[in-house]
């Protein structure tokens, strides 16, 4: 059983966050137990795009300040590391880190930020799908990793965390191609869990003051939660998360896999809490459209049922209206199924992964998920089925 720290703490100022995340580390035994004067220490948030901190869609600079001066303290060297998504060249990441406010933490601290485009081959011996990863160069030459993810929606995967945070730790076009080689919700969540494994954080502290929910992971809503979350096990910190937004981990792909494999609890029982009042953190109406989605996908791919599954399956959609004609959607497809047809993107559905690449990427919001009605009438028709289940039982009882 491991432990997993949650603090409450209501903004983004410097000092609350500082105070938070010292406490929790505290409850763990210190920054000092996991770094070591001398060490090299790479931080690795979530930028997965250019975004500003007040849209929730990256690691507020204000959490990743905190850390860089807790480890500088207790003697570390500190680097900065983000393979974001689309390009990964030096002009995207300084782009990046511009404009994530990232740049000005890193002033301010003395933190290093990575440009280096270096890869390097990692054996993954408790990988099931990918026994051997591409990664940073800079990540696998750390002593330490912290990982600094930020609660999201996801519009493939329904959430993301700790764990599908280390996927930014594959660099650039690379993550196209398994996207590509594992489009199913459980091959690619298997294969974000391989990606874990190999990286190895030795700290989760994610940023759950503000989250995003709707149409995560770029295109949502912040939502504010008010908590910070720290611990050793990305998987056991994704599994308070979702307790707290009031969603079934085992639902989730990555958690629900997880379990199946033995590297995560299947209850939250066999988690060791620390937190002062739990139940008054959560979170009511964390809207996770994708979950209702993904839930009545897996019911009814089974037996006969599996011949009319791609009908039901939700599809990028463009607003025109928005769209700046970029192409940026058509650059990042791993399938490439999208094309500008007089300047204005069209995508080829036949052969479409659902992988949402487009609607995470998109700088202006001009991509959007679409459900089929066929879907929507099964999910009301679930939601109702399971209301009816409730009420009998009520009345058993």
Do not use: W
Not at 148 to 174: D, E, I
């Amino acid at each position: 059983m491991g432990s997993v720290v949650v603090e409450k703490c209501s903004d983004y100022n410097d000092d609350n966050i500082l105070d938070a995340i010292s406490k929790a580390l505290d409850k763990l035994g210190g920054i000092e137990k996991y770094v070591k004067p001398g060490m090299k220490v790479a931080l690795k948030p979530n930028l997965v795009k250019k975004k500003r901190p007040e849209e929730a869609a990256t690691t507020h600079p204000s959490i990743i300040k905190a850390v860089s001066k807790l480890v500088k303290n207790a003697g570390g060297i500190v680097t900065i590391v983000e393979s974001p998504g689309g390009l990964f060249t030096i002009s995207s990441l300084r782009s990046i880190y511009s404009y994530c406010g990232i740049e000005e933490v890193a002033l301010e601290t003395g933190t290093s930020l990575n440009f280096d485009l270096s890869e390097v081959y990692v054996e993954n011996p408790a990988g099931k799908y990918l026994k051997k990863i591409t990664i940073v160069k800079t990540l696998a030459d750390a002593d330490l990793i912290i990982n600094l993810p930020k609660l999201k929606t996801h519009g493939q995967m329904v959430y993301t965390g700790a764990v599908k945070n280390m996927f930014g730790a594959v660099p650039g076009g690379l993550k196209a191609e398994y996207h590509l080689r594992m489009s199913e919700y459980n091959e690619f969540a298997n294969a974000l869990i391989d990606i874990y494994l190999s990286v190895k954080p030795s700290l989760n502290i994610m940023d759950a003051v503000i989250g995003m929910d709707g149409a995560g992971p770029t295109a949502g809503e912040p939502k504010h939660l008010g908590f910070i979350i720290v611990g050793k096990d990305g998987f056991e910190v994704d599994f308070t998360a979702l307790k707290l937004v009031n969603a079934n981990p085992l639902d989730i792909p990555i958690i629900g896999q997880a379990v199946k494999r033995g590297l995560c609890p299947d209850s939250f029982m066999d988690i060791k809490i620390c937190c002062e009042d739990f139940d008054s953190l959560k979170v009511k109406n964390f809207n996770m459209p994708q979950l209702d989605t993904l839930n009545t996908i897996m019911y009814y791919d089974r037996g006969i049922l599996k011949f009319f599954i791609n009908r039901l399956k939700p599809y990028p959609r463009f607003h025109q209206e928005k769209c700046i004609s970029c192409g940026e959607c058509e650059r990042v497809c791993p399938a490439h199924v999208i094309s500008m047809k007089n300047k204005k993107p069209e995508v080829d559905l036949k052969r479409c992964i659902r992988c949402f690449c487009c609607q995470e990427l998109c700088p202006e919001k001009a991509v959007y998920i679409k459900r089929p009605a066929l879907l929507d009438m099964y999910i009301r028709y679930r939601k109702k089925t399971r209301m009816g289940v409730c009420k009998n039982n009520e009345k058993d009882n």
